[in-house]
């Protein structure tokens, strides 16, 4: 639960709206050393979500410093020059606030919980560590084995989490996608405590941050709080953004990958595609494109997979268009028994070529209709509106754009979404994988089923 | 002018300088701490918003036919949320050659019901933005509702129809079934879950409580219509039925949905509350030697029922052994001061037929004598020593002011009000919750340390590479 490495979810239902309607009726503005600010007013209840995000995350990382980012942020919990040691998390907790962080490979956050008579406590720690961070040797050398141990759980325990991750290293090869935002457990145990100060004072400043405020306060208590917290940071020169190497569009990939605890197929497909930051007109199409397609199980590739052919237990379809570089489009499924993985990928060709034959105004007015009816939901969590308006506000897109994202999909036309398949699925790198069973036993001796012993 | 002496000579003057000195290094220190240091209660006590009495008022509705429902009324936005359970419907309460038959059910009663073929009724859900979904827990069959006050009228249709007339179709329930299956094929990709699953088995021997919740795949290859419809028939009645209500409707909206949608149902469940499991806590930690990444520990011990007087202390108590995170005792002694585990926790259950305090953690071979050795000092020097006031007036200030946090969405709001009824916490539970926690004394926390934490009573299970542990005992 803690410090999740939060890989930023499709959010692309969520994103529709009546066309006259804005997303969150929020506000923004900038202090003047750069902070982006963002309220989400949401009176419910007397609690708030504050979120401070900086626009660096694994890309950032130099080469062979993999996890850097994230043993910083881990290491943001161990101490200022002012609140030495565990003193943020204890006076949080003292405090009633749930606090926690998240790395990506284009942003980090770090996020409370609170009631609101406790958020400019929270506000005033967050603001401290943005500049007064204490690196001891020691917290150094613990958090470095934490997140060791960090990823061993999340990646080494789990192989359909491992099947996933090499999916994205041989879709992204060279580009800092391919690599996993916890590093490798080499790399990470390789870092030294000087690559996380440069790294810290080269992205954690006001001129790289976009604070959220969302829940009981009003855009003007907003900014006074802010202007009291962040305002006297000052910036900073920031390290030069990476470069986002361009893929060759013809690109095609596939491999197959057989582990030993795994007794079913799954097979994934994944694009390269468009994000907000490369063509912001096409990610609404391809949003589209990816409800009608395979979100739901009353989407196109569901009904002829899974309910026609019976050749799928399950398939789905996701796009995600909030990133620095490339967005990702992917597919997933699990093949019926006596299917082959194989065979299913071939299946989804088909469908998927059907599917577009078959993209009429109508369908796409169902769509749209389906997106439109859930808009209001959006107004119940403030946590929603603070992890929406965060994470497409930390790769660039300003508050105006999210908050009209509705009208644009309102926009969307059955030619627009065919062109933009007929693009992403001739014309973007992709790689496809099937994750298998493996055919031979492990050596004996490593794997004894069944055989426990009493140890007191 | 003649030179004046600074100070005049007296004979404590030595004295006098030195204590002027340390008097204004003193008011230096201060005034540097002012500057420099983090004053939370200040910052608290300054702040512009000032924390709010926030009342939800919880009101029982009866309806008509007498059915009972908490509701919280919140006006904020036009959406209503309606959770519901039926007891003792859960996966436990499958017959024992019908293992899978509630999960079953629970996945059936979102294919269709009335006039709706399973897609007519997704598109129907889907173009309203109503969500209806059931599922079964360990004790509980249970189901949640969220509808815009606009399409509330359909939406509180369709959850009656999805409970009086499901239609079972063969085509679903053939592709249920074989969802289930592959469901039980990858369950041990995880070892974690093959954990859970044999941890349990050996925990409750016999008792259905260490059954697979995924269900036996022969008895889940059989299940058909007429199985289906038992199942149902036994679980959803008046008599076990619980409802929460929140949002945006009144008492007698609420009143008329409860006859609508509930009305019909049979009056008594055939379904009955489980005898006791008899587990053996004895301190034994088993290993289950297995190829993994991460060797993974769980633990159970005797717990505390909801009811029960000792439960506001061991809550108390948890929370400062294992409950709070990275603050807890035993994440500071295990991970914050070694760095031997990503995270290490303890937790209380409340299962109806036994209450557990259970507690795990995972880390790599080559920690994990020494991760578990500290663990089984932690717990057995918090049940020998106790606690100090100041970690229970730490852990009351948390408890007691991250309350509101649980305001956040309608859905959980509705969950607490049917849980507030399951554990019979009366009608004024969220007014009076707070003063629950701050009722409990250090001797009542002490006590119920030396109650649970007891090493020998502690029953584990590990599973992983032990090569390492072994040759260095």
Known sequence: MRRLIFHIVCFSVLLVSAAQARLFNGEEFYLPNGMQVIVVPNHKAPIVKHMVWYKSGSVDEAPGKGGSAHLLEHLMFRGTAKVPGDGLNKILEQNGAESNAFTSTDMTAYHQMTDISRLELAMALEADRMQNLKLRDKDFALERDIVYQERKERVDNNPAGYFNETLRRVLWQNHPYARPVTGTPEEIMSLTKEDMEAFYKSHYAPNNAVLVLSGDIDAATARQLAEKYYGPLKKRPLAPRPEMPRLEPSFKAFFTMEQPKVNSIRVGKIFAAPSYNIDPQDIYNLTVLSAYMGEGETSKLYKKLVLRDEKALDVSTAYDSGARGYGTFSISAVPAPGISGEELLEAIDDAWAEAIRELTPAEVDKIKTKMRAGLVYLRDNPEHAAYIAGSLAAIGMPLNEIEKQADEIDEVKASGVKKSAEKLWKHAPQASGILKPQKELTPSGTDQPGKKEGRR | MSHRPLYKKSPHCGIKIFLVMLLGIALALTAYERLTGFHAQEIVDNSILKAKTFAAPVQEVVSGRGIKAYLLEDKTNPIISVSFLFENGGWAHDRADRQGAAKMAAAMLGEGA???????????????????????????????????????????????????????????????????????????????????????EELFRGHPYGRNPAGDPAAIRKLGRTDLEEAVQARLAKDNLIVGIAGDIDAAAASKMLDDVFGSLAEKARTAALAAPEPVFNGVTEQVSRRSGQNIVRFAAPGAARSD????????????????????????????????????????????????????????????????????????????????????????????????????????????????????????????????????????????AAKYFNKDRLQGMAIGSFDKVTKEK
Do not use: C
Not at chain 2, 134 to 154: I, M, V, Y
């Open chain 2, 309 to 448: 007087a000792d439960f506001y202390p061991l809550f108390i108590a948890n929370y400062i052994v294992g409950g709070s995170g990275l603050s807890s005792r035993l994440s500071k002694a295990i991970r914050e001061d070694k760095g031997l585990t990503y995270g290490v926790y303890s937790y209380q259950t409340l299962d109806d037929a036994v209450p557990l305090l259970q507690a795990g953690f995972s880390t790599t071979e080559d920690n994990y004598g020494e991760a578990l050795d500290l663990f089984k000092q932690q717990w057995e020097l918090f049940g020998s020593k106790g606690v100090s006031a100041a970690e229970v007036e730490q852990a009351k200030n948390f408890l007691t002011a991250s309350y509101n946090l649980r305001f956040a969405s309608i859905g959980n709001i509705a969950d607490i009000l049917t849980a507030m009824q399951k554990y019979r916490l009366g009608q004024d539970f969220l007014q009076k919750r707070n003063s629950y926690i701050e009722a409990v004394t250090v001797d009542e926390v002490n006590a119920a």
């Open chain 2, 114 to 200: 009335g006039k709706y073929n399973s897609q007519a009724w997704k598109e129907a859900l889907e173009s309203k933005a109503i969500g209806i979904s059931f599922s079964a827990g360990k004790d509980d069959f249970s189901g949640s509702l969220l509808t815009t006050t606009e399409n509330a009228p359909q939406a509180f249709e369709m959850l009656r129809l999805a409970l009086t007339a499901p239609r079972f179709d063969q085509a679903d329930i053939d592709r249920v079934r074989a969802l289930m299956l592959e469901v039980l094929r990858r369950q041990k990709e995880h070892p974690a879950n093959e954990l859970g699953l044999m941890f349990e």
